[in-house]
């Protein structure tokens, strides 16, 4: 005798929209303390991690504070869309340094549902013109810090962070 069983994450826009709302934070907190960015540029951001998130087209956002091209901290958020037994947690704990020479660069992978036609049903929905980018967000030179979770529903984004 043989089963099958099969399970299904269940989430609404409403649930990405929570999520996206804790990483939106956490970005602008990273814009302020930084300085590297200007609030509008985070809004701009994180209002393209909403509509790809959105779509499901979003497999996760790396954001690096550089300083003369070295890496001093990072974060990475991973889409989880079977979250429901991670427990949420509130955003923060982003504080970077404001350095001299600082820049910030954020990275996005897309899921394979982002095909050549949802590429184009979507470019006018975004506020950023990404490239294509080769950057190592492996973060190999610095010590892993911890992280945190946002859950809603079984929708989720793990965050890792990553120090000097």
Known sequence: ?????T????YTTTDIENVV?????????????TGAWTPQQAADYAHDVAVL???????????TLLQNGIELKAVRFDVDTDA??????????????????ADLRIVISYTAAYTGAAREATRSKLKIGWTTSHADTSHSSLNSSGGRNYVSSTYGMQRKDWAA
Request: hydrophobic share 45%; aromatic share 6%.
């Open 1 to 5: 005798m043989s089963q099958t069983k």
């Open 7 to 10: 399970a299904s994450a269940t």
């Open 21 to 33: 709302r804790r990483v939106r934070a956490d970005l602008a907190m990273i814009a302020d303390s």
């Open 53 to 63: 998130a959105k779509g499901g087209y979003l497999a996760w956002v790396d954001v």
């Open 84 to 101: 429901g037994t991670l427990s949420t947690s509130r955003p923060g704990g982003v504080l970077w340094p404001r350095v001299a020479s």
